[in-house]
């Protein structure tokens, strides 16, 4: 089993940034492609952010220009930038892994952004 852990996360102003971190571990984590999703309560679980294997990003809409997703595969660790940040984006934060070809597909535990004034 893989296992994801996410840290970084805390109670921060309108406008502060953040950097979340997701370690993985268990696998060969260069060949998975990874993501960030957020949960608000009572809200879906959506995309923030997704980078492949080969390195290519996409982003939601609402933050394009703002955040920022990349990957250290020495490392076996997953980050996201996340500059300006709104009342909006107060959620759980989710790390993911998938390697399409063997079906697999492995969720961290989250980490809570909150920004608040």
């Known amino acids: 089993q893989v296992q994801l852990v996410e840290s970084g996360g805390g109670l921060v102003q309108p406008g502060a940034s953040l950097r979340l971190s997701c370690a993985g571990s268990?696998?060969?984590?260069?060949?998975?492609?990874m993501g960030w999703y957020r949960q608000a309560p009572g809200k879906q679980r959506d995309l923030v952010a997704g980078?492949?294997?080969?390195?290519?990003?996409n982003y939601a809409d609402s933050v394009k220009g703002r955040f920022t997703i990349s990957r250290d595969n020495a490392k076996n660790t997953v980050y996201l930038q996340m500059n300006s940040l709104k009342p909006e984006d107060t959620a759980v934060y989710y790390c993911?892994?998938?390697?399409?070809?063997?079906?697999?597909?492995?969720w961290g535990q989250g980490t809570q952004v909150t920004v608040s004034s």
């Open positions: 993911r892994a998938q390697f399409g070809p063997r079906g697999y597909d492995y």
């Open positions: 980078i492949t294997s080969g390195y290519s990003t």
């Open positions: 268990g696998t060969i984590f260069s060949a998975y492609a």
